[in-house]
């Protein structure tokens, strides 16, 4: 690989850190913002009992990431874990469109990020000859 190439692939490290503070403030705006938080959430007390419960799980999950890629050597293991949690998310998400309908526009790009976490996980580990 040359060093171009290297610049290019994701470092798994860098990517579980920006995945897991990511989280962590999503998660502390869901905790304090409740549905205002989120573009289409329905403003009803139980969906905001909802969201502000999922806050700080969510940002549990942050620190699991941030945990996982704290070593010099981040846990891959683990990542991979997290990455598929949150692609299971994602499949969720793909649930509520087959049984309810198109949430709002704002929950295609979470999706998307979903989806794509496994492989942006992936590409990161193979990067490193080492965790092949």
Do not use: K
């Amino acid at each position: 690989m040359t060093a171009r190439q290297n610049v290019l692939m994701p470092n798994p490290r860098t990517v579980g850190r920006l995945t897991g503070w990511a989280c962590i403030v999503i998660g502390g705006l869901q905790l304090i913002g409740g549905v205002r938080a989120e573009p289409g959430m329905a403003t009803d007390p139980t969906v905001d009992s909802h969201v502000r419960f999922m806050g700080p799980v969510f940002a549990g999950y942050g620190v699991a990431w941030l945990d996982a890629a704290a070593a010099d050597r981040p846990d891959l293991r683990r990542m991979r874990l997290l990455a598929g949690l949150m692609f299971l998310g994602g499949l969720g998400r793909l649930t509520t469109r087959a049984t309810l309908g198109r949430p709002h526009p704002f929950h295609d790009v979470l999706l998307a990020v979903e989806v794509a976490a496994p492989v942006v996980v992936e590409v990161a580990a193979r990067s490193r000859p080492a965790d092949r």
